[in-house]
């Protein structure tokens, strides 16, 4: 058995392994790293377990982050909501995951987060706040549209009542895309990713990634970043305008969305992570959607807490205030600065 990291030589063997493997996420692609180095600058590491035959058994990619407000840390996958160790075997898992840790005590991280959509049994403890919503389509977009209660059928037609129209594209929704994303992060009080995040996705990935917005008026008023991988179409940001939150463009965003994975022939639509119980939850929920379980555990290089760097850690709450009151130009300035170093 050997662990080693990606070279140019595995690539075929590699992509064969992550279409075929029923434990392969969409962020278990080598391509991934490529986007994080290229578009924040952080050392990337794709690790391999292959077997005597040269037949791959296992990956695992990871993200080396370091800054002096953040920490020195790695991730599986940063910026995602899954990644992780994807392997055959027991025995393969616990090898990459050494190999991590040594990668990650020569670089002297304080930790390792593998965001996992199935729990590890080797110990390491785990944060299990998230769960992913999924929603199990149908073979048409009329068949679904059937399915769903008269209440979420009326709340879909009234932004096309409004005069609302949605379309789904690639690089000519980008500017759009991020002119909604960006005031929607200011409102929450997170930074901002760089639109150029976004433009590398979209070159790296021509027939996985697309763009789909709502429109009023010509101006775009929701829009939502879709990425596939298998059965399974994603939606890991989706975004509204609040100025027109009474006419409901992110109702006739997400069905455009729905209606689009149908035609395309996959079988879930993935509305991403949430907390149970909490307004994004419901929301996701009312579409049918169903909780499935993550699991983010932690290998920590001193005993202690599991790390929290998000919003809702209290020693941010004033920065998250700050944040919240600046122009959006200014977020959008110093926005990708910071995030950058936020998992």
């Not at 917005?213 to 101006?219: A, E, L, M, P």
């Not at 290998?299 to 599991?306: A, Q």
């Not at 760097?309 to 009151?325: D, F, G, H, M, S």
Request: proline share 7%; net charge positive.
């Amino acid at each position: 058995m050997k662990i080693h990291t990606l070279g140019p030589e595995d690539l075929s063997k590699v992509e064969r392994y992550i279409r075929e493997s029923d434990r392969s996420t969409l962020y278990h692609d080598y391509r991934w790293t490529y986007v994080i180095g290229k578009s924040f600058g952080h050392k990337t590491f794709y690790l391999i377990g292959q077997n005597d035959d040269g037949a791959v058994q296992g990956v695992l990619p990871l993200v080396h982050m370091n800054s002096r407000i953040f920490g020195n840390f790695m991730v599986s996958m940063p910026f995602f909501n899954y990644g992780g160790v994807c392997a055959d075997t027991e025995e393969y898992r616990s090898l990459l995951i050494e190999e991590a840790i040594r990668i990650a005590k020569a670089v002297g991280a304080s930790h390792i987060e593998l965001r996992q959509e199935t729990p590890l049994q080797n110990g390491f403890p785990a944060k299990t706040s998230k769960v992913s919503m999924r929603l199990e389509l149908s073979p048409s977009p009329e068949e679904l549209m059937r399915s769903f209660p008269s209440k979420l059928r009326s709340q879909i037609r009234r932004p096309q009542r409004e005069g609302m129209v949605a379309r789904i594209g690639r690089f000519e929704e980008l500017e759009g895309f991020y002119n909604v994303f960006s005031v929607n992060m200011r409102k929450l009080g997170t930074p901002v990713l760089p639109i150029h995040f976004f433009r590398t996705i979209l070159d790296h990935f021509p027939e996985e990634a697309w763009i789909c917005s709502v429109y009023k008026d010509r101006i775009p008023v929701a829009s939502g970043f879709l990425a596939g991988f298998k059965d399974r179409l994603e939606i890991p940001w989706a975004s509204s305008l609040p100025l027109y939150n009474r006419v409901s463009p992110n109702m006739l965003l997400y069905w455009t969305c729905l209606s689009f994975a149908c035609e395309r022939g996959y079988s879930i639509f993935d509305f991403g992570r949430s907390t149970a119980g909490e307004s994004t939850y419901r929301f996701k929920e009312q579409w049918g959607a169903k909780p499935v379980q993550l699991y983010w555990h932690y290998w920590l290089r001193n005993s202690g807490d599991m790390p929290d760097i998000t919003p809702r850690n209290p020693k941010y709450k004033l920065a998250v205030e700050i944040w919240q009151k600046l122009p959006v130009t200014v977020t959008r300035l110093l926005g990708p600065h910071i995030i950058k170093n936020i998992p």
